[in-house]
C-alpha cells in the first residue's frame, strides 16, 4: 500500500509539473501576442525585453514575424554628433538608438561580460551610468529624407559623402525621440548589457549600452529562389562552380546532420568587419556573440529539436564541418540567420599552394595573406549553403528566402530590403498546408549532364 501510494503521488507531482510548465508556456505565447509593432522603436522596431526568450516564445514570435535581437544605444557627446555618427553606417537595420553624456568605459564592458556569464544582475555603476545619460537625457534614433535607406548603394554614397564632408547629413536627418516612458519599461537597469562596436573608434572599439528583446523591423530582407540561378546571376555561377570542384574532392554537401556543432563553430567564430571611420577590418568584440551563452545554445538546440530549425552544411572530405548555416523554420517560411565557416580547416591547403615569392613575403605579411584567402574559401562555403538551401526550395515552388536582416554578406546573395507591410502581405501567398521539402543530400549541377544531379560529374 505504502509503495502504491508513492508511486501515485509521483504520477500526481508530475501531472503537476506538466501543468505548471504548460502554463508558463502559455503566459509566454500570451505576452507575445500582446506585442505592439506599431509601437516598435528604431530602425529595428523595438518592442520590449519581454517575455524571456524560450522556444515556445520564439515559436510564437515567428508567427507574427517577430524578430528575437539585441538594441544597442551609443553614447554621444551632442546632436550634431549623433546625427553624424549614425550616417556613417549604411545599413539600416544595423543602426542603433541614442542618448547623450558619459560613454561607458572598456572596463564597464568587461564588469558587464562577467556579470552575464555568472547570470547576475547588471553592475549597479553601469545601472547608475544609464540612468544618468538615457533616463535623464532621453534616446533618441535618427530617421532620413531624400535617401533610398533600402538601398545599400544608396546608402553607402550617403555615407561615403559625409565622411569625405561633401554631404551634409543635417539635411537629411531628422532626429527622433524615444517617449521617456517606454525608455524606463523597456530598458530595465538590471538587464543592461554593455558590449564593444569594433567597427567604430579605435581599437578595440567603441563601448555602448544593449538590452536583448523582441523586434518588429521596420523593413525585412528577401532573397528570391529565382534570383540564385547559376543561368542569371554570375554570383550563383561561381558559387555553383565551386561547388563542382569540391564535390569532386569529396566535400558533400547535406542538411541538419550536426546542428550542435554548428552551434559550436558559431561560438568560436571569430569575425571581423569594416572600420567605419577608418575603413580597415577589424576583428568583432567577443562579447557581441550571442552563441557564446551556453544557455542561448541550448534553446537553439531545443528549437531544432522540435523541428523548428535547421542547418545547410558543407562536409569536408573528412567529414568534418566546415561551413554552412543555421535557421529557423515557420510553417512554409525558411529563415537562415547566421552563417558559419571554419577558415582555420583551409590553411593547410592555402600554404600548400603558396609560390616561392609569397613563401618569402615577411612573417606578419605572410600570415595576412595566407589567413585572407583560407576565410575567402571557407565563406565561400556558406555562400554555397544559401545556394543549396534556394534549390532545395525552388523544387518544393517556395518562391522566397526571409533573410531578416540584410548584411553584407546576403547582399552579395541577391538579398534586398522591403517594408514589413509588403513582408506581410508576401508572406500570405504562402500555403497554410505544410510543403514537403526534400532535404536530401544536394549536388551541384555538371554542365556534361546537367539534367542528373544524382551522380557525380566526371
Keep these: 500500500m505504502g509503495k502504491s501510494f508513492l508511486v501515485?503521488?509521483?504520477?500526481?507531482?508530475?501531472?503537476?509539473?506538466?501543468?505548471?510548465?504548460?502554463n508558463k508556456c502559455n503566459d509566454l505565447i500570451t505576452q507575445i501576442n500582446k506585442l505592439d509593432p506599431d509601437v516598435g522603436q528604431g530602425w529595428r522596431g523595438?518592442?520590449?525585453?519581454?517575455?524571456?526568450?524560450?522556444?515556445?516564445?520564439?515559436?510564437?514570435?515567428?508567427?507574427?514575424?517577430?524578430?528575437?535581437?539585441?538594441?544597442?544605444?551609443?553614447?554621444?557627446?551632442?546632436v550634431e554628433d549623433i546625427i553624424r555618427h549614425d550616417a556613417l553606417q549604411n545599413n539600416i537595420l544595423i543602426k542603433g538608438?541614442?542618448?547623450?553624456?558619459?560613454?561607458?568605459?572598456?572596463?564597464?564592458?568587461?564588469?558587464?561580460?562577467?556579470?552575464?556569464?555568472?547570470?547576475?544582475?547588471?553592475?549597479?555603476?553601469?545601472?547608475?551610468?544609464?540612468?544618468?545619460?538615457?533616463?535623464?537625457?532621453?534616446?533618441?534614433?535618427?530617421?532620413?529624407?531624400?535617401?533610398?535607406?533600402?538601398?545599400?548603394?544608396?546608402?553607402?554614397?550617403?555615407?561615403?559623402?559625409?565622411?569625405?564632408?561633401?554631404?551634409?547629413?543635417?539635411?537629411?536627418?531628422?532626429?527622433?525621440?524615444?517617449?521617456?516612458?517606454?525608455?524606463i519599461e523597456n530598458f530595465p537597469l538590471d538587464k543592461l548589457l554593455l558590449a564593444v562596436d569594433a567597427a567604430r573608434g579605435s581599437a578595440p572599439g567603441e563601448p555602448l549600452f544593449s538590452i536583448e528583446g523582441w523586434f518588429a523591423?521596420?523593413?525585412?530582407?528577401?532573397?528570391?529562389?529565382?534570383?540564385?540561378?547559376?543561368?542569371?546571376?554570375s554570383t550563383y555561377d561561381k558559387v555553383e562552380s565551386t561547388?563542382?570542384?569540391?564535390?569532386?574532392?569529396?566535400?558533400r554537401f547535406v542538411f541538419s546532420s550536426n546542428y550542435a556543432e554548428a552551434l559550436n563553430i558559431l561560438s568560436k567564430q571569430e569575425r571581423s568587419e569594416p572600420n567605419l571611420e577608418t575603413g580597415n577590418r577589424v576583428v568583432k568584440d567577443p562579447s557581441t556573440n550571442r552563441f557564446l551563452d551556453a544557455a542561448f545554445r541550448e534553446k537553439q538546440l531545443e528549437i531544432f529539436n522540435k523541428g523548428l530549425a535547421l542547418s545547410g552544411e558543407v562536409l569536408g572530405p573528412d567529414g568534418q564541418l566546415v561551413g554552412g548555416f543555421i535557421g529557423t523554420i515557420k510553417d512554409n517560411r525558411y529563415s537562415p540567420n547566421?552563417?558559419?565557416?571554419?577558415?582555420?580547416?583551409?590553411?593547410?591547403?592555402?600554404?600548400?599552394?603558396?609560390?616561392?615569392?609569397?613563401?618569402?613575403?615577411?612573417?606578419?605579411?605572410?600570415?595576412?595573406?595566407?589567413?585572407?584567402?583560407?576565410?575567402?574559401?571557407?565563406?565561400?562555403?556558406?555562400?554555397?549553403?544559401?545556394?543549396?538551401?534556394?534549390?532545395?526550395?525552388?523544387?518544393?515552388?517556395?518562391?522566397?528566402?526571409?533573410?531578416?536582416?540584410?548584411?553584407?554578406f546576403t547582399?552579395?546573395?541577391?538579398?534586398?530590403?522591403?517594408?514589413?507591410?509588403?513582408?506581410?502581405?508576401?508572406?500570405?501567398?504562402?500555403?497554410?498546408?505544410?510543403?514537403?521539402?526534400?532535404?536530401?543530400?544536394?549536388?551541384?549541377?555538371f554542365p556534361e549532364n546537367p539534367n542528373n544531379k544524382n551522380k557525380k560529374g566526371k
Design 46 to 78: 523595438f518592442m520590449s525585453p519581454k517575455p524571456a526568450y524560450t522556444p515556445e516564445s520564439n515559436d510564437a514570435a515567428e508567427a507574427r514575424f517577430f524578430m528575437y535581437w539585441r538594441q544597442n544605444v551609443y553614447v554621444a557627446k551632442s
Design 338 to 408: 547566421t552563417v558559419f565557416y571554419n577558415s582555420a580547416y583551409f590553411i593547410p591547403e592555402v600554404k600548400a599552394t603558396l609560390t616561392k615569392e609569397e613563401n618569402e613575403l615577411p612573417t606578419q605579411e605572410l600570415k595576412t595573406l595566407i589567413e585572407k584567402r583560407a576565410s575567402a574559401k571557407a565563406l565561400m562555403t556558406a555562400k554555397i549553403s544559401m545556394r543549396m538551401l534556394a534549390e532545395k526550395l525552388s523544387k518544393a515552388k517556395i518562391p522566397f528566402i526571409e533573410a531578416g536582416m540584410v548584411t553584407n
Design 8 to 22: 501515485l503521488l509521483a504520477i500526481l507531482s508530475s501531472f503537476q509539473l506538466t501543468n505548471a510548465e504548460e
Design 97 to 183: 538608438m541614442y542618448t547623450i553624456g558619459e560613454r561607458p568605459s572598456l572596463e564597464m564592458v568587461k564588469d558587464s561580460l562577467n556579470a552575464r556569464k555568472s547570470k547576475a544582475p547588471t553592475p549597479i555603476e553601469i545601472q547608475k551610468l544609464f540612468f544618468n545619460t538615457a533616463y535623464k537625457n532621453g534616446v533618441y534614433w535618427v530617421d532620413y529624407e531624400g535617401i533610398d535607406v533600402t538601398s545599400f548603394e544608396a546608402m553607402q554614397a550617403f555615407a561615403k559623402g559625409v565622411k569625405e564632408g561633401t554631404l551634409d547629413p543635417l539635411k537629411h536627418a531628422r532626429l527622433k525621440e524615444v517617449d521617456p516612458q517606454f525608455v
Design 243 to 251: 561547388a563542382r570542384t569540391l564535390y569532386k574532392r569529396g566535400f
Design 217 to 233: 523591423p521596420r523593413y525585412r530582407g528577401i532573397l528570391m529562389v529565382d534570383s540564385t540561378d547559376p543561368k542569371k546571376s
Design 411 to 445: 547582399n552579395t546573395m541577391n538579398a534586398h530590403y522591403i517594408p514589413r507591410a509588403q513582408y506581410e502581405e508576401l508572406m500570405k501567398t504562402l500555403p497554410d498546408q505544410k510543403i514537403e521539402v526534400d532535404f536530401s543530400e544536394w549536388v551541384p549541377v
